[in-house]
């Protein structure tokens, strides 16, 4: 148990309106990711963080921002939902070491009607 | 760009058998790591095996081993004596050692359904 909480763990949300998913982490970890998970694609990066107010882009962030002010919480917000951004989200930390193994948290599922 | 392969939508074992689940890589840098998660109903990511490029000898933990096959581009997973708790999404991912984020790229998914 790498010490990761994501909350909510369920939202629902209509198009258009914002939403902000927040990741906790527990041990100080200075990496972490924003990740999505769709049929078919695995999971695909969205934005990660290398420290605090240290953030940098992913394959897929267009539509999403990031923000990081502590080093255990790590914030991804959606400023305008839409239908596309049906998906669920999971965050990691990579634990430095040889392996640098990533951990993740239990996911949120969002859909946007 | 990094690109990882799983050609096996679903597979099928029967309880105490083994199986193994096919991964393929591609990527023009010469230090990286790969990994194996478990995926089951309730959603969790899971951490399994991990192999560095350079470690020389296959990667096990428990039942699960490594096929790490380097000039292939391949790391398939092998489970022994499969459970029916094996039954679950596998994923198969890479990461670059090189670059400065340490993110992983993954594979679409193996659905393995282990039966009785």
């Not at chain 1, 763990?9 to 198009?15: G, L, S």
């Not at chain 1, 634990?95 to 969002?110: I, M």
């Not at chain 2, 109903?41 to 490029?53: A, H, T």
């Not at chain 2, 296959?58 to 490594?66: F, H, M, P, Q, V």
Request: proline content about 3%; hydrophobic content about 30%; some cysteine.
């Amino acid at each position: 148990d790498a010490g990761i909480t994501q909350s909510p763990r369920h939202k629902v949300t209509e198009t258009g309106t914002p939403v902000t998913l927040r990741c906790h982490q527990t041990e100080n970890h200075r990496y972490m990711y924003w990740y999505r998970q769709d049929p078919g694609h695995g999971l695909r990066l969205i934005h990660y963080s290398y420290g605090v107010k240290d953030t940098d882009k992913g394959e897929v962030s267009d539509g999403y921002s990031v923000s990081r002010s502590k080093t255990e919480d790590f914030l991804l917000t959606l400023e305008s939902a839409t239908s596309s951004q049906t998906s669920v989200y999971f965050c990691a930390i990579s634990v430095t070491g040889d392996q640098e193994t990533q951990y993740f948290g239990p996911g949120t599922r969002l859909l946007v009607l | 760009a990094q690109k990882i392969t799983q050609t096996q939508p679903g597979m099928f074992v029967q309880e105490k058998e083994a199986v193994t689940l096919d991964c393929t890589y591609d990527t023009s840098d010469q230090s990286y790591g790969l990994f194996w998660y478990k995926q089951p109903s309730s959603g969790e990511m899971i951490f399994l095996i991990y192999q560095g490029s350079y470690d020389e000898q296959n990667a096990t933990e428990g039942r699960y081993s490594l096929n790490f096959q380097k000039a292939r581009k391949s790391a398939n997973l092998v489970i022994s004596a499969s459970q029916l708790g094996d039954s679950a999404m596998y994923f198969c991912a890479m990461r670059d050692r090189n670059t400065g984020r340490r993110a992983l790229t993954f594979g679409s998914g193996t659905r393995l359904q282990v039966q009785p």
